[in-house]
């Protein structure tokens, strides 16, 4: 077990006992599109006991068909249930919070028509609401407009806290790092903030998929996100160290996940014990 880093005393009993694994992709699946060799054996595990697996990122700038599309060209055949985005989860939330609200949206056009498909009505001028998710075509434009609408008035809400997403280049800033520069030009906080550590999208995936906290395992690479949303859900917690976070910063950190390990393939070998 020498890429088992750190295991709790009830966490090996914990995880085999798990029906649903809920898992991260960026850093934790795989790395700028391209899977970690434990990842086709920890899918192939779970399909051969019968356990379910969703997906859970914290990435805003994709539609749910895209992520499916790109997963089918590795020959992982996902349903619409198997994965849940924070930039498709805020739309959803706006909508049933707010109804059909002008919306001004920091992102791609891909998520934009997550947006609309909700119910919002994405605009350009006079918004209601600025969202700021990962935006990989984000402009000064764009972040003069969230600014001068925040600054009126507008609701300010941020898809996702993350400040950058791992890639195999390194660091790219995330909704977190693009929304802290609106923050401090507008001298405004986010009013609300969506996506992982808040443990409401663990929530909604385990009522959907009706398992019990102690029957549900979160898996991430990093702690302030995944394995805090994993802690505050109630769910057994495994960090991987396959994308941010480090051995040092889990040893040091005040959030101890259930397990630590090298990659989720060492995951995939604990279950088959």
């Given amino acids: 077990m020498a890429d088992v880093l750190f295991l709790k005393e009830d966490s090996l009993e914990r995880l085999k006992q798990c029906k649903l694994f809920i898992l991260d992709i ?153 929304a802290s520069a609106i923050r401090k030009a507008t001298g405004r906080y986010p009013n609300i903030t969506f996506g992982k550590p808040e443990p409401r999208l663990i929530e909604i995936i385990m009522k959907y998929n009706n398992v019990k906290p102690s029957e549900t395992c979160m898996i991430g690479d990093r702690l302030y996100t995944d394995i805090l949303a994993g802690i505050q859900a109630g769910t057994l917690t495994v960090l991987v160290l396959t994308g941010e976070a480090t051995k040092e910063e889990a040893m040091k950190s005040p959030l101890k996940p259930g397990i630590v390990a090298q990659d989720i393939g060492v995951i995939a070998d604990l279950l088959k014990e």
């Fill in 26 to 178: 960026d850093g934790t699946f795989y790395l700028s599109g391209k899977p970690f060799d434990g990842s086709k054996r920890f899918v192939d595990t779970l399909e051969s006991q019968d356990k379910k697996l969703v997906f859970l990122t914290n990435n805003s700038n994709r539609t749910i068909e895209s992520y499916i599309e790109e997963f089918a060209k590795f020959g992982f055949n996902l349903s619409k249930d198997q994965i849940l985005t924070a930039g498709v989860a805020t739309a959803q939330y706006l909508f049933e919070e707010f109804g059909p609200k002008r919306v001004y949206v920091v992102g791609t056009d891909d998520i934009k028509k997550e947006f609309e498909r909700a119910g919002l009505i994405v605009v350009e001028d006079d918004p209601e609401i600025v969202v700021v998710t990962f935006d990989k075509t984000l402009t000064y434009e764009k972040l003069k407009k969230a600014s001068v609408y925040i600054s009126k008035g507008a609701i300010f809400v941020v898809s996702n806290p993350d400040l950058n997403c791992p890639s195999a280049d390194g660091p790219l800033p995330d909704a977190g790092a693009i």
